[in-house]
């Protein structure tokens, strides 16, 4: 059985904010407000058995996780040592923050969850689309957050959503998480045909801005994902992340009633796989159905095919990939990939040549 990912959704995609571009906003909403005990330790237990890495890691998202509740994240915690059985467990929760108080971040230490915090950038552009349910802007909330994890000693990063307002401020964004301490940076691009999202030339020079930056002033002190997945395709590795992959289908999403889906960026009725207090895991992880989901990613444009940067995106992800000119689906990033590859591609060479010679 080969190694994959579960993650869980815990209270669906309820949220305590009104985030603008939120993709969440056009998917199912289940009334239930957080995952069940019979659910949590089902999902616990049947993710620890049946995944093959020694190595497993809970993936809290929504919506937004927090509201579940501190309790829940003990019981999950305890659950996860009642079945570990020898396995490394490690835990991490993607977050708007706004909940976390002294409470929240003593247990985060305590357990050692490495937390991602989103921030989109310096208050006028955070706070240009991640709003309350008042309508007023966050920033402020999260930055508090921010102060409440570095004096607990919290691990964690930073996710920055771009959009057509911050995708022309790369620079300042940049040494703005720099400045807050964000030791890791993740840039994903607002996708989904909403109104706020960039174009695909804004987001590659975004990204060429950022690797500049970047290459100029931290190499080896900051991690910014995106380099460093393509730096492992540069490596002949396989990335982690599943978008610049050859194949997908190894990074499966639980819901809070225990519907399982193909991916996070698929749960939609045609890709529920099963229910997992109706049947066993490793029958929805290693269903035809879900086989079939993963091998299709392969499936490539002309163009794809024959682009000399292939190997470090493979099409990206099959939900940005649409039908248009160049008659099969292709994705909608092809040129801020293509823009940002053609930029870094002989700082990654010689990055891959130093490290082989090490």
């Not at 921010?146 to 920055?160: S, W």
Request: with cysteine; charged share 20%.
């Amino acid at each position: 059985m080969n190694a994959f990912q579960l993650m869980a959704k815990p209270t669906g995609s309820i949220c305590n904010l009104d985030c603008q571009y939120c993709f969440y906003l056009d998917k199912p909403h289940l009334n239930q407000r957080a995952m069940s005990d019979e659910v949590l330790e089902r999902y616990i237990q049947s993710y620890l058995e049946n995944a093959p890495q020694q190595r497993v890691t809970f993936l809290w998202q929504g919506g937004e996780p927090t509201l579940a509740g501190l309790d829940f994240y003990q019981r999950a915690v305890d659950f996860q040592r009642k079945y570990a059985n020898g396995k490394q467990v490690e835990n991490a929760l993607q977050t708007n923050g706004v909940l976390f108080n002294a409470d929240w971040c003593r247990f985060l230490y305590d357990n050692h969850f490495l937390v991602g915090l989103s921030v989109d950038g310096p208050e006028y552009l955070h706070d240009a689309y991640r709003l309350n349910k008042r309508g007023k802007g966050t920033f402020r909330q999260v930055m508090n957050a921010l102060d409440l994890l570095i004096n607990y000693r919290v691990q964690f990063n930073t996710l920055t959503v771009v959009h057509n307002l911050n995708v022309l401020h790369a620079q300042e964004i940049y040494r703005f998480l720099k400045q807050i301490g964000s030791p890791y940076m993740q840039f994903i691009p607002l996708m989904g045909d909403h109104e706020q999202q960039a174009t695909a030339r804004d987001y590659g020079q975004f990204l060429v801005d950022i690797f500049d930056e970047w290459y100029a002033n931290d190499v080896g002190k900051i991690g910014i994902q995106f380099i460093e997945q393509w730096f492992m395709a540069y490596l002949g590795l396989k990335p982690d992340l599943c978008l610049f992959r050859e194949t997908c289908g190894d990074q499966l999403v639980i819901e809070q009633n225990g519907d399982i889906y193909s991916c996070d960026h698929y749960v939609y009725p045609d890709y529920k796989l099963g229910n997992l207090i109706e049947m066993p895991l490793q029958t929805i992880t290693e269903s035809p159905k879900q086989r079939h989901f993963g091998l299709m990613k392969s499936f490539l444009s002309e163009r794809c095919q024959a682009c000399k940067f292939r190997f470090a995106c493979h099409g990206g992800c099959p939900k940005h990939r649409t039908i248009n000119r160049f008659g099969a689906p292709h994705n909608q990033l092809c040129e801020a990939y293509y823009r940002a590859l053609s930029h870094m591609d002989p700082y990654l060479r010689q990055f891959a040549a130093q490290f082989r010679g090490q």
